[in-house]
Nanobody, 122 residues
């Protein structure tokens, strides 16, 4: 089973940017569909973005379209989330996720990292 470790979170002012990284273990990273989810205090976890194994297909939540960009580097076994124009409502723990079903359906993700905190001040 793949193990995922996130990094890059922190405190940023509204309007600022952050880049999250997720490193994966295991020899089969190339076969995983990858995604980012977030969970704010008192709220359920929600899908943020997903990317297919090849990087050719992506999907975004409406709340982040046009501001966030997901990308991956299979040679480095890593996936990234570039977050621009951050808003206070983006504050959450962001977790990396993986699935082996070659789908961007949010319910298919089955492996999760521990998460990294992103705090956006107003």
């Amino acid at each position: 089973q793949v193990q995922l470790v996130e990094s890059g979170g922190g405190l940023v002012q509204a309007g600022g940017s952050l880049r999250l990284s997720c490193s994966a273990s295991g020899p089969t990273f190339r076969s995983y569909t990858m995604g980012w989810f977030r969970q704010a205090p008192g709220k359920e976890r929600e899908f943020v973005a997903g990317i297919s194994w090849s990087g050719s297909n992506t999907r975004y939540a409406d709340a982040v379209k046009g501001r966030f960009t997901i990308s991956r580097d299979n040679a480095k076994k890593s996936v990234y989330l570039r977050m621009n124009s951050l808003k206070p409502e983006d504050t959450a723990v962001y977790s990396c996720a993986a699935n082996t079903q070659y789908t961007l359906e949010t319910g298919a993700f089955s492996s999760w990292g521990q998460g990294t905190q992103v705090t956006v001040s107003s």
